[in-house]
């Protein structure tokens, strides 16, 4: 049955009733949402991604310790394969090779050199457009160069790439640059009318165009993540196959294959470098740096920059070399880069160690412009000689040219510019959703084998959360108490984890005579604001109401705006450095509520000794985790009701535009299972799901909850 037609409530529950009159302002008559329970504001904001920087730095150090050890030719060998293994298993395997079908639409003639305008198939009607550099002097076949493009809003027609493969053709070398995914001809969401919002830039560039690159890439990664992969495996494959259509060329020597990029075409030279073997010599450019450095000052850039628990695995930068040593590899980098210059050089002194213990330290180099980000003159030329070193054996003293790039429309391979304008084009949009789609029989069928109990160990197993008796001691500071409404106020600071605290408000009752009610909003205690009724009504029902401010939320949520802010919500950052630690938001969330739930229940002044578990209300993000935790800790919850959440996790991944749905993902989930398993696991006559919102959102009319069955 369709997704959305399903419905599965638990009509009833009479704690949670909303026609309640309203109270405007009840609680602003003592400041209540105003309370701060951590001392400094701005520091509080900042303690989620202080602890969880401190924790990428122990595993960075872990590693940097392993390393240390290396001392043979065999410990370097073992070294390069683990990461290998590691990192093709976390995006996954490659797709089958399906035929190119590539078309060459177009030919310009340059100064010793003509430019082909191509476009040819990934994977079938996935198209890339490109442009193919071939010297029209000297004898063939020539090397081969790959250029993946940086983060270029016109892709393959941006200057300093026109430059670079112009100065490689006119030195007889054929090189294949081309439009990665989100940039020049291959923005994947397209607006369908005027009106849709646009970033000015991308629009500016093409009347169709939406997002800028890094958004576009980050939303096809927060579906490929549920999926089990990485907006980076499609990338990385646009890569390989264009390395298929290079070698294919007569004009091109299939032995001689180099790849040099810059910035974003930096990261896919990095990563095609290291597995792709066809790669003789490499050049990434305005990358490479450590995460020791990257992570304190930028922070996590874009989806496919970060694999899923690779710091905590130890896969730094200086490991994308290891993995390929000895083959040849120049680091090129830029003195003001954002990519901190000191962290590329503590990478290049591992690989200039690592290659000198297999033999060869002449193959491993260091070029510094003294220049910002961007591929300036002095790595073009770096890139071109170390090519022209290790492809044709020849030492020469290149110089940039004084070469004209052609203008954006005599590059354009496509009629109306865009790829998703052709017929029955396919995005990574479309692809990711034909995985879910392939997934979803497999799932379905094992989640019906597995009993209850088989079902919780599935999924404790990819989120990644331990049982209730193996989670640290939940530490209780309180904090001021005081009447209030003939009620009494009382707040503790809890610490799951050391370092990482969770403010919490209670509200009690005279007496209390029911279980306690726990509250979860992403605005923390301001969610007493919005729902006074409700508050009072619990208060006069014996309930104690506790505001509880998860990791995250409420005194510990940031306000300080990032590139990915808007799109993908205000802890972006945060998210991912839990992804390259091997967790989740969800995971750490659903942890701690439990922990929390587990406290509340047998804290006396909060719960009744016969209390048969809390009740717990969550909104937005929070309900993830709050069905996760009940749906795993059962024993601890007697009623929940989840408020303007998503419905299901395929709905995620079908949409290509989605609002603050990063922080809800869980790396491969729907290889084992989606919410409304969870809804049944946890028991549908425990939990009412509400108000139900779509991916942006926005709420669903006429609908309380889809069970995706």
């Known amino acids: 049955m369709r997704i959305h037609n399903m419905l599965v409530v638990c009509a009833g529950i009479g704690l949670f009733l909303t026609g309640v009159w309203s109270l405007p302002g009840v609680w602003a008559e003592e400041p209540l949402t105003q309370l701060r329970l951590l001392p400094d504001e701005k520091h509080a904001q900042e303690v989620l991604k202080r602890w969880l920087l401190q924790r990428c730095q122990e595993a960075l150090q872990r590693r940097r310790e392993a390393f240390e050890k290396l001392e043979s030719l065999e410990d ?55 442009l193919l550099y071939v010297p029209t002097g000297g004898k063939g076949p020539f090397p081969g160069v790959l ?36 940039q020049g001809e291959r923005y994947q969401i397209l607006r369908q009318n005027p009106n849709e919002p646009a970033h000015p830039r991308a629009a500016q560039y093409h009347p169709r165009a939406r997002f800028l690159s890094t958004t576009e890439h980050t939303l096809v990664g927060v579906g490929a993540i549920l999926l089990g992969t990485n907006v980076a495996r499609y990338r990385i494959w646009d890569g390989m196959r264009a390395l298929d259509y290079l070698q294919s060329r007569k004009e091109v020597d ?22 792709d073997q066809r790669i003789w010599a490499a050049a990434p450019a305005c990358y490479l740096t450590d995460f020791e450095h990257l992570l304190p000052r930028l922070g996590p850039q874009d989806a496919e920059q970060n694999i899923f628990g690779q710091v905590a695995f130890g896969l730094n930068h200086a490991d994308y070399v290891l993995m390929r040593a000895p083959r040849p590899t120049a680091i090129l980098a830029a003195t003001f880069d954002g990519f901190d210059i000191r962290g590329t050089w503590a990478s290049y002194r591992q690989a200039k160690r690592f290659y000198g213990l297999l033999g060869y330290p002449e193959r491993v180099q260091l070029v510094e412009a003294r220049a910002p980000h961007g591929f300036s003159t002095l790595l073009r030329q770096g890139a071109v000689r170390w090519m022209l ?40 949009f479309d692809l990711n959703w034909e995985l879910a789609l392939r997934l979803r029989p497999q799932r379905r069928s094992a989640w019906k084998s597995l009993s209850p109990d088989q079902r919780r160990q599935k999924v404790q197993k990819v989120l990644g959360t331990r049982p209730l008796a193996s ?41 209390v005579r029911k279980s306690p009610v726990l509250l979860l909003h992403p605005q923390g205690k301001q969610v007493l604001e919005k729902q006074a009724a409700l508050a009072k009504q619990l208060l006069q029902g014996g309930h104690a109401v506790l505001v509880v401010e998860l990791p995250g939320c409420g005194e510990t949520r940031p306000t300080r705006p990032t590139w990915a802010s808007e799109q993908f919500g205000p802890l972006y950052h945060e998210t991912m450095l839990l992804y390259l630690l091997g967790r989740s938001m969800v ?14 229940q047998k804290h006396p002044r909060l719960s009744p000794a016969d209390s048969q578990g809390v009740q717990l209300l969550a909104w937005q993000e929070l309900t993830v985790p709050a069905l996760h935790a009940a749906a795993l800790y059962p024993g601890l919850f007697a009623q929940v009701e989840l408020r303007q959440g998503i419905r299901s996790w395929e709905e995620v991944v079908r949409a290509p535009v989605t609002q603050n749905q990063l922080i809800n993902t869980v790396h491969g989930a729907l290889k084992v299972y989606d919410l409304p398993d969870l809804v049944h696991l946890a028991g549908a006559d425990r939990v009412k799901v509400s108000q139900v919102v779509d991916v942006l959102g926005q709420p669903v009319e006429g609908e309380e909850f889809s069970s995706g069955r």
Request: aromatic content about 8%; glycine content about 8%; some cysteine.
């Open 76 to 130: 370097c060998l073992a070294w390069a394969q683990a990461r290998r293994e590691f990192f093709q298993q976390s995006l996954g395997p490659w797709p089958p090779r399906t035929p190119l079908n590539p078309q060459v639409v177009g030919t310009l003639q340059g100064q010793g050199f003509r430019v082909e305008k191509v476009i040819f198939e990934s994977h079938p009607r996935h198209y890339v457009t490109a």
């Open 147 to 182: 250029l993946p493009c940086g983060h270029s809003i016109n892709g393959k027609a941006a200057a300093a790439y026109q430059r670079a493969a112009m100065l490689m053709a006119r030195q007889g070398m054929v090189v294949l640059c081309y439009d990665p995914i989100g």
């Open 254 to 275: 299939p032995k001689r294959i180099g790849c040099t990029g810059n910035s974003g075409g930096g990261t896919l030279t990095a990563y095609l470098m290291a597995l």
């Open 389 to 428: 070193l290790h492809l044709k054996g020849q030492y020469k003293e290149i110089f940039d040219e004084p070469l004209t790039p052609y203008e954006d429309k005599q590059v354009q391979c496509t009629p109306e510019g865009q790829v998703m304008l052709l017929p029955a084009a396919r995005s990574a």
């Open 471 to 511: 989670l640290p001691k939940l530490k209780a500071q309180p904090g001021k108490s005081f009447r209030w409404k003939n009620c009494q106020v009382h707040t503790w600071v809890l610490e799951l984890e050391p370092g990482l605290p969770m403010p919490v408000l209670a509200v009690v009752p005279s007496k």
């Open 587 to 600: 995971a750490l969330r659903t942890e701690h509520l439990a922990a929390v739930a587990h406290w509340a």
